[in-house]
């Protein structure tokens, strides 16, 4: 009997030993030693380093939640039974490094700052089982990594539908569980003014909410005709900032202009070349409610009524712009520029005296006025702008930072003329596009597997070689039109986004999908431990 257990145990721990943990992204280098370690409530976490208590927070948050006990956080080492959190500078300058050592009596992270040290958690608890336990088993290994990119970002539109803070928080713990390092926050839209702004109180009272919304796809097939919105305090949004700070995480606020300005121009019509006139829509949307002055649009798509390129509107911008750099500490402020129509700047007589006055050319040099009078604001603030590719159109702004989404030409244009770029090319990160070729709940259209997002490289062939270091990294879009709900955000994005985490962080040639299909076993385990949505069919070779 003693003989045979002798043998069983020998078997689990030979069994421990040579799985290769599911990983991903996936480690620079991994290496399995012998033995394995557990974890359990007597084990200590001990820390030393400035920085290193947000990991060692995020690590007993995480084993709270999921495994039902926290452990003992202690400044002073401990000989065993211990998980230490530490720094120690590395070579190189690659913000995020990281090594992990499981021995059999503890664990060790040093990170080469304390963001390395929170990545080096991540792995950690990828280590875990995925059932909830009391003693938890992790394999000995060692690992050194470090992210192959430094912008890792994930964006999220509140416009079209919004989400309340718990699910901000989550999708922001879903970031830095891949880890990612950016969310960028969609935060107005035609739809929906979500940010409060002290100065400009009817941007929440009126903009943040409109009086139905299409039922399907747009035009739509008629309308709930239900009030419909919301936004975030500036409260609300301190909170927000401070979870992702305390994850590594910055967050980019995106305030849309010119165009996709419906909800301001609801609440100050001033702000529209035409304020007098009555908002817009196909005659296919069937509207609800008022529809006489300006409203908050009811269904998707483009709108011609965009800001004007007043004194007052700049006014306007600045404004709302001081309280939102208040607010938010990052570098970049997002300023869109995309999808502006200038059908309503060719019949305004203010707008075509402007492009006479200032010797432009046409409505798209008046657009790049535009965006370089609001790029001059926020750069005499210590900030820089990011646009979307359209902002290239009438010529760039000299600092302008451009998140290439129709395809990778703007990005490879931008970076050509020494610009920073962040790829995020519709063909391959738009997490808002069907995933099955046959499509199970609506969507915007498209057609982006899985195994399509693996293989995207953010650097363009098409780039030379002394331009790429232009291209900071890459982020994945949602924009919410058809997600009414956040379990619906997580079928889109999972397991789109995890695919993407391997892309950004490791290295190029460490990249090979049947491998991830491997690890990808584990990884849907996780997601359901973390009791989140995803798409479970994203192999099925029906739907290919
Ligand atoms: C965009 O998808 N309109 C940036």
Same mark, same amino acid.
């Given at each position: 009997?003693?003989?045979?257990?002798?043998?069983?145990?020998?078997?689990?721990?030979?069994?421990?030993?040579?799985?290769?943990?599911?990983?991903?992204?996936?480690?620079?280098?991994?290496?399995?030693?012998?033995? *394995?370690?557990?974890?359990?409530?007597?084990?200590?976490?001990?820390?030393?380093?400035?920085?290193?208590? !947000?990991?060692?927070?995020? =690590?007993?948050?995480?084993?709270?939640?999921?495994?039902?006990?926290?452990?003992?956080?202690?400044?002073?080492?401990?000989?065993?039974?211990?998980?230490?959190?530490?720094?120690?500078? !590395?070579?190189?300058?690659?913000?995020?490094?990281?090594?992990?050592?499981?021995?059999?009596?503890?664990?060790?992270?040093?990170?080469?700052?304390?963001?390395?040290?929170?990545?080096?958690?991540?792995?950690? =608890?990828?280590?875990?089982?995925?059932?909830?336990?009391?003693?938890?088993?992790?394999?000995?290994?060692?690992?050194?990594?470090?992210?192959?990119?430094?912008?890792?970002?994930?964006?999220?539109?509140?416009?079209?539908?919004?989400?309340?803070?718990?699910?901000?928080?989550?999708?922001?713990?879903?970031?830095?569980?891949?880890?990612?390092?950016?969310?960028?926050?969609?935060?107005?839209?035609?739809?929906?003014?979500?940010?409060?702004?002290?100065?400009?109180?009817?941007?929440?009272?009126?903009?943040?909410?409109?009086?139905?919304?299409?039922?399907?796809?747009?035009?739509?097939?008629?309308?709930?005709?239900?009030?419909?919105?919301?936004?975030?305090?500036?409260?609300?949004?301190?909170?927000?900032?401070?979870?992702?700070?305390?994850?590594?995480?910055?967050?980019?606020?995106?305030?849309?202009?010119?165009?996709?300005?419906?909800?301001?121009?609801?609440?100050?019509?001033?702000?529209?070349?035409?304020?007098?006139?009555?908002?817009?829509?196909?005659?296919?949307?069937?509207?609800?409610?008022?529809?006489?002055?300006?409203?908050?649009?009811?269904?998707?798509?483009?709108?011609?009524?965009?800001?004007?390129?007043?004194? +007052?509107?700049?006014?306007?911008?600045? *404004?709302?712009?001081?309280?939102?750099?208040?607010?938010?500490?990052?570098?970049?402020?997002?300023?869109?520029?995309?999808?502006?129509? !200038?059908?309503?700047?060719?019949? %305004?007589?203010?707008?075509?005296?402007?492009?006479?006055?200032?010797?432009?050319?046409?409505?798209?040099? =008046?657009?790049?006025?535009?965006?370089?009078?609001?790029?001059?604001?926020?750069?005499?603030?210590?900030?820089?702008?990011?646009?979307?590719?359209?902002?290239?159109?009438?010529?760039?702004?000299?600092?302008?930072?451009?998140?290439?989404?129709?395809?990778?030409?703007?990005?490879?244009?931008?970076?050509?003329?020494?610009?920073?770029?962040?790829?995020?090319?519709?063909?391959?990160?738009?997490?808002?596009?069907?995933?099955?070729?046959?499509?199970? %709940?609506?969507?915007?259209?498209?057609?982006?597997?899985?195994?399509?997002?693996?293989?995207?490289?953010?650097?363009?062939?098409?780039?030379?070689?002394?331009?790429?270091?232009?291209?900071?990294?890459?982020?994945?879009?949602?924009?919410?039109?058809?997600?009414?709900?956040?379990?619906?955000?997580? +079928?889109?994005?999972?397991?789109?986004?995890?695919?993407? %985490?391997?892309?950004?962080?490791?290295?190029?040639?460490?990249?090979?999908?049947?491998?991830?299909?491997?690890?990808?076993?584990?990884?849907?385990?996780?997601?359901?431990?973390?009791?989140? %949505? +995803?798409?479970? !069919?994203? =192999?099925?070779?029906?739907?290919?």
């Amino acid at each position: 009997m003693k003989q045979r257990l002798f043998a069983f145990a020998f078997l689990v721990s030979f069994y421990l030993q040579a799985q290769e943990p599911a990983i991903i992204p996936k480690p620079s280098r991994l290496e399995m030693l012998d033995g *394995n370690f557990s974890i359990t409530p007597a084990t200590q976490i001990v820390t030393a380093g400035a920085g290193v208590e !947000k990991a060692a927070m995020f =690590l007993n948050d995480y084993l709270q939640k999921f495994y039902g006990f926290r452990l003992n956080v202690s400044k002073t080492a401990a000989a065993k039974n211990s998980i230490a959190l530490t720094l120690a500078k !590395k070579a190189g300058d690659v913000d995020g490094a990281y090594h992990l050592l499981v021995t059999r009596t503890g664990v060790q992270i040093t990170g080469d700052n304390a963001t390395g040290t929170f990545y080096g958690v991540q792995s950690l =608890l990828q280590l875990l089982p995925v059932e909830k336990k009391r003693e938890l088993i992790i394999p000995a290994l060692e690992i050194d990594d470090q992210p192959r990119f430094a912008y890792r970002g994930m964006h999220l539109d509140v416009g079209r539908h919004f989400y309340p803070v718990d699910f901000v928080k989550k999708f922001i713990d879903y970031i830095a569980l891949h880890k990612m390092n950016t969310f960028h926050w969609h935060l107005t839209e035609d739809q929906g003014w979500r940010i409060e702004i002290k100065k400009y109180p009817k941007l929440t009272q009126v903009g943040a909410y409109r009086n139905g919304t299409i039922i399907g796809h747009h035009p739509g097939t008629g309308n709930d005709q239900t009030k419909y919105g919301g936004y975030y305090t500036q409260e609300q949004v301190k909170e927000i900032v401070k979870y992702a700070s305390d994850r590594f995480i910055t967050v980019i606020p995106e305030i849309e202009m010119p165009g996709h300005a419906s909800a301001a121009i609801a609440a100050y019509p001033e702000l529209s070349a035409f304020p007098d006139e009555a908002t817009k829509h196909p005659a296919k949307v069937t509207w609800f409610g008022d529809s006489t002055g300006k409203q908050v649009q009811q269904g998707w798509g483009i709108y011609p009524d965009v800001f004007a390129p007043t004194e +007052y509107t700049f006014k306007f911008l600045e *404004n709302v712009l001081d309280e939102v750099i208040q607010l938010f500490p990052s570098t970049y402020i997002h300023i869109g520029g995309d999808e502006c129509p !200038k059908e309503n700047w060719k019949r %305004s007589a203010f707008c075509q005296q402007l492009i006479k006055e200032k010797g432009l050319k046409d409505e798209h040099d =008046l657009q790049s006025y535009f965006i370089q009078r609001i790029e001059k604001y926020l750069n005499g603030k210590g900030r820089q702008i990011i646009g979307w590719d359209e902002i290239l159109e009438g010529g760039l702004a000299p600092n302008a930072t451009v998140m290439s989404w129709r395809g990778e030409k703007g990005g490879i244009e931008a970076a050509r003329q020494k610009h920073n770029v962040i790829m995020t090319p519709n063909s391959y990160v738009y997490f808002d596009y069907g995933q099955n070729k046959k499509e199970d %709940s609506l969507v915007i259209g498209g057609y982006l597997t899985v195994q399509k997002v693996y293989g995207y490289e953010p650097v363009p062939a098409a780039l030379p070689a002394e331009n790429t270091k232009y291209i900071l990294g890459a982020q994945a879009n949602v924009w919410s039109e058809y997600m009414k709900t956040p379990s619906k955000v997580e +079928y889109m994005i999972f397991p789109r986004m995890t695919a993407l %985490s391997e892309v950004l962080w490791s290295r190029k040639e460490s990249r090979n999908w049947p491998d991830f299909e491997k690890r990808m076993e584990q990884q849907t385990k996780r997601y359901a431990l973390w009791n989140t %949505s +995803y798409n479970s !069919k994203y =192999l099925d070779p029906l739907n290919k």
